[in-house]
T-cell receptor, first 111, second 111 residues
Framework: TQLLEQSPQFLSIQEGENLTVYCNSSSVFSSLQWYRQEPGEGPVLLVTVVTGGEVKKLKRLTFQFGDARKDSSLHITAAQPGDTGLYLCAAASYNTDKLIFGTGTRLQVFP | KAGVTQTPRYLIKTRGQQVTLSCSPISGHRSVSWYQQTPGQGLQFLFEYFSETQRNKGNFPGRFSGRQFSNSRSEMNVSTLELGDSALYLC??????????FGSGTRLTVV
């Protein structure tokens, strides 16, 4: 069974701080995605990374796919209360179109 | 452009009953995937349908079933409900592989 472990599980920070969330696995993936989910809603796709070592930026969010395509990180600069939510990584292996989700990181940013 | 619509949003059922949940994908999207989300297990893949055929299946018991109609709308059915089936059931549609848009989910409570 492929597992995606995220760390930390919970994160509470003050507005303006920086943070990094990690997504790790022992499996190699063809692509990896990051989603944010707010209470009462479904996850919303933030980014897809497909190339080992790839870095993508989305305003204050920076996403990196590991060189070996087994891990990824999400870095948020100067966090804002609007960044609060559940962050999920998700990945697909080469031999299936099934998307496996990580364990999730619950982020709370206080004003 | 309408998003993914899931009905109903909330549902309360008694143990032993059965339930049918509905998902209308974004127009033009032929793939529909279903996920179960619980606090303990996170997002778990149930099944994926493409052009009325089940293309992938997760590790859930046979009580969980689904189908897709010619207009790409999908339903999932859970028979003989158990307390542990209480969860947020999410549907995601995509035009191409893994580029998912999620609905807001159906919150099922089994009492």
């Amino acid at each position: 069974t492929q597992l995606l472990e995220q760390s930390p599980q919970f994160l509470s920070i003050q507005e303006g701080e920086n943070l990094t969330v990690y997504c790790n696995s022992s499996s190699v993936f063809s692509s990896l995605q990051w989603y944010r989910q707010e209470p009462g809603e479904g996850p919303v796709l933030l980014v897809t990374v497909v190339t080992g070592g790839e870095v993508k930026k989305l305003k204050r969010l920076t996403f990196q796919f590991g060189d070996a395509r087994k891990d990824s990180s999400l870095h948020i600069t100067a966090a804002q209360p609007g960044d609060t939510g559940l962050y999920l990584c998700a990945a697909a292996s080469y031999n299936t179109d099934k998307l496996i989700f990580g364990t999730g990181t619950r982020l709370q940013v206080f004003p | 452009k309408a998003g993914v619509t899931q009905t109903p949003r909330y549902l309360i059922k008694t143990r032993g009953q059965q339930v049918t949940l509905s998902c209308s994908p974004i127009s033009g999207h032929r793939s529909v995937s279903w996920y179960q989300q619980t606090p303990g297990q996170g997002l778990q893949f149930l099944f994926e349908y493409f052009s009325e055929t089940q293309r992938n299946k997760g590790n859930f018991p046979g009580r969980f079933s689904g189908r897709q109609f010619s207009n790409s709308r999908s339903e999932m059915n859970v028979s003989t409900l158990e307390l542990g089936d209480s969860a947020l059931y999410l549907c995601a549609s995509s035009r191409e592989t893994l580029n998912y848009t999620f609905g807001s989910g159906t919150r099922l409570t089994v009492v």
